[in-house]
């Protein structure tokens, strides 16, 4: 077999056999392919699509790539959620510690940036010391203490999405159908959960912009993970705006710890409990959702996820130290608040040019492995439908440069739409799928 032709096949819009696709893989995270076939192959696969057997395929080999963990001997039933990716995404910093805290394990295996989404582990670095390169062992022996895990791929759980997302995050692959069941489902098979929450975005801020796209998406997982023995359920979520207030990694940091501790904002808490309370209902311990929803609201209230999150810091190795006083995380250095230019009401959000901006100013990669700088973000100040009066502080500019401070400030400016009439604001969620 030829790396060259399997490129050309695809290329030409034709389906690539099972073993095909194992050829390209293996030879992948082997290091036989390179990244200019890979990249060429990603490139082919966005384009063209594959059929539904052919992402059930590059799914399984994905996640076969590496250790396959079965969690058995250290939890009973292991839950887990996952995004799409998203703009001010931190719910997995929030829910993860949550349902554990009310008595579900959570074994989580995250992903980096991508693109204009941040990534969770990027926001966990934020945290100085924390880990997310644990073993295997270290996985299910945390996992068995503490009842919560949240680390990424570099423990031979499926290392070819390790490898793929980097290259995806760099040339321009990564809104792609096929590309995103394989890479989520992969790592959802290897991790070993018995049920799993997929959290589906849509919009602007979303790699899917249509409900109809998104539909799509969730039910092609969905399907793939009920045929390996899962179960799992799939809420549509809006990404028409950021989620919450802040983007950026320590700034989304910040924002979870408040949530833990009760505060936070409103849109960003309601998705954390929703979310929490599908994953408590999936994994048995409550009848529903709904009862599922009030139990993450009792146990917010009671200190004890705050008392998961502070304890998952630990076990990874992070100094709890800057979580107990988020004021010691690292800040930038110039902090900008900037008015807005007209009265109005926000109308729109181009919330991908929000993610972009965040990673321009530091905060994302641009070439794969680069290094990124936590402390640079944005905390955006108003939502869509609300109504601000001209010179009204409308949003903060964290930035470690001037340069890039007023880059950001003039593409932010341009990613927002206000109107004089009144706007509905936006759903939180659309709609749930099992
Ligand atoms: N999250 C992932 O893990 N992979 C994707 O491709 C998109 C979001």
């Not at 989620?243 to 989304?252: K, M, S």
């Amino acid at each position: 077999m030829r790396m060259v032709e399997i490129i050309e096949k695809k290329r030409d819009g034709k389906a690539l056999t099972t073993a095909e696709i194992e050829y390209f893989v293996q030879g992948y995270v082997a290091g036989t392919v390179p990244d200019y076939q890979a990249s060429a192959l990603l490139m082919a696969i966005l384009w063209r699509g594959m059929e539904d057997r052919e992402t059930r395929d590059l799914t399984l080999v994905m996640a076969h790539s590496g250790e396959l963990l079965s969690l058995k001997d250290v939890a009973p039933f292991v839950v887990d959620k996952h995004s799409t990716g998203g703009v001010g995404d931190k719910v997995s910093l929030v829910v993860g510690p949550l349902v554990a805290a009310c008595g579900l394990p959570v074994g989580k295996m995250s992903g980096r940036g991508l693109g204009f989404s941040g990534g969770t582990l990027d926001k966990m670095e934020s945290i100085p010391g924390l880990r997310t390169d644990l073993s295997v062992a270290e996985f299910k022996a945390q996992l068995a203490d503490i009842g919560v895990v949240i680390t990424g791929q570099s423990a031979n759980l499926a290392p070819a999405d390790g490898k793929l997302y980097a290259l995806r995050d760099v040339t321009g692959t990564v809104p792609s159908l096929p590309l995103i069941v394989s890479s989520i489902m992969s790592k959802k098979i290897a991790s070993g959960a018995d049920a799993i929450v997929l959290d589906v975005k849509v919009g602007s801020g979303a790699f899917m912009k249509t409900l109809e796209d998104a539909e799509k998406l969730a039910s092609t997982m969905v399907r793939i993970g009920e045929e390996v023995g899962r179960k799992v359920a799939a809420l549509l979520s809006d990404m028409n705006q950021p989620l919450g207030r802040a983007v950026g990694n320590t700034l989304e940091v910040r924002e979870a710890v408040e949530t833990l501790h009760g505060g936070g904002p409103e849109d960003f808490r309601e998705h954390c409990l929703v979310v929490a309370g599908e994953m408590l209902a999936l994994g048995g311990l409550v009848p529903d959702a709904a009862a599922g929803k009030s139990l993450a609201l009792e146990t917010i209230a009671a200190g004890t996820a705050w008392e998961k999150f502070r304890q998952l810091v630990m076990a990874q190795g992070g100094d709890v130290a800057y979580v107990d006083d988020p004021e010691r995380l690292p800040q930038a250095r110039l902090v900008e608040p900037v008015p807005a230019p007209v009265a109005g009401a926000l109308a729109r959000v181009q919330t991908d040019e929000i993610g972009m901006t965040v990673v321009a100013l530091g905060g994302g990669r641009e070439e794969v492995g680069a290094t990124i700088d936590h402390a640079v973000g944005l905390v955006m100040h108003c939502k869509v439908g609300e109504r601000v009066e001209k010179g009204q502080p409308l949003f903060t500019v964290h930035a470690n440069d001037e340069d890039r401070r007023d880059e950001a400030v003039r593409r932010v400016l341009d990613a927002l739409t206000f109107v004089d009439e009144p706007v509905e604001p936006l759903p939180i969620f659309y709609q749930r799928m099992i």
